[in-house]
């Protein structure tokens, strides 16, 4: 069974610091693009960070730039999501997703819930105090 698994959602303060991971099962990470998303109540999916599987290319909402960090570590089939300096508005289930080699990092934090057939559970991150 092809799957990804969100982990590492917590309550946090703001200005803390929390670790994602999104863990495959049934295939191999190396070979596709990945992305995380967020959904936020009342309001639509968003990319979030992207990592290429080729050249190891990331791209960053704005609204993420310099607090977020993407990276890959293909032994364990695994992409990370390290956020620092979270913000009340980072409050979000965070979802991960896995496309063709071939897409952009941008045109995958660019696809919506159209371009994907479902979703897993996410992991729900929340900031306050």
């Known amino acids: 069974q092809l799957q990804l698994v969100e982990s590492g959602g917590a309550l946090v303060q703001p200005g803390g610091s929390l670790r994602l991971s999104c863990a495959a099962s049934?295939?191999?990470?190396?070979?596709?693009?990945v992305g995380w998303f967020r959904q936020a109540p009342g309001k639509e999916r968003e990319g979030v960070s992207c990592?290429?599987?080729?050249?190891?290319?990331?791209y960053f909402a704005d609204s993420v730039k310099g607090r977020f960090t993407i990276s890959r570590d293909n032994a364990k089939n695994t992409v990370y999501l390290q956020m620092n300096s979270l913000k009340p508005d980072d409050t979000a289930v965070y979802y991960c997703?896995?496309?063709?080699?071939?897409?952009?990092?941008?045109?995958?934090?660019?696809?919506?819930?159209?371009?994907?057939?479902?979703w897993g559970q996410g992991t729900q991150v929340t900031v306050s105090s």
């Open positions: 997703a896995a496309g063709p080699l071939w897409v952009t990092v941008q045109a995958m934090c660019g696809m919506t819930d159209t371009d994907f057939g479902s």
């Open positions: 049934g295939f191999t990470l190396d070979y596709y693009v």
């Open positions: 990592i290429s599987s080729t050249d190891g290319s990331t």
